[in-house]
Nanobody, 124 residues
Framework: QVQLVESGGGLVQAGGSLRLSCAASGRTLSIWTMGWFRQAPGNERELLAGITRSGDSTYAADSVKGRFTISRDNAKNTVYLQMNSLKPEDTAVYYC?????????????????WGQGTQVTVSS
């Protein structure tokens, strides 16, 4: 089993920055792809960014390209999401996800491991 724990959420003003962290524990060698999703009230959970174990393949949703950056430290079993130029519409619960797949699926069904989520609120 793999456990994922997110941290770094909070309240920030529009235009500000936050960095989310997701620490993995357990059978971490089984993890290949890690991703960040978010879900706002009334909306589906969407993939924002993903990264493979080697870091040579990444994905970023159009809505966050140029503002959010995903990175990974395998020595610490941690993935990060640097969020800049935050907007009120970025307000949501942010989830870390992981799986053993050798690709970056965009569907929530493709990820076998999930964190508990961390709230990000952007005020205008």
């Amino acid at each position: 089993q793999v456990q994922l724990v997110e941290s770094g959420g909070g309240l920030v003003q529009a235009g500000g920055s936050l960095r989310l962290s997701c620490a993995a524990s357990g059978r971490t060698l089984s993890i290949w792809t890690m991703g960040w999703f978010r879900q706002a009230p009334g909306n589906e959970r969407e993939l924002l960014a993903g990264i493979t174990r080697s870091g040579d393949s990444t994905y970023a949703a159009d809505s966050v390209k140029g503002r959010f950056t995903i990175s990974r430290d395998n020595a610490k079993n941690t993935v990060y999401l640097q969020m800049n130029s935050l907007k009120p519409e970025d307000t949501a619960v942010y989830y870390c996800a992981a799986d053993s797949k050798r690709s970056i699926p965009t569907s929530t069904y493709a990820y076998g491991y999930w964190g508990q989520g961390t709230q990000v609120t952007v005020s205008s």
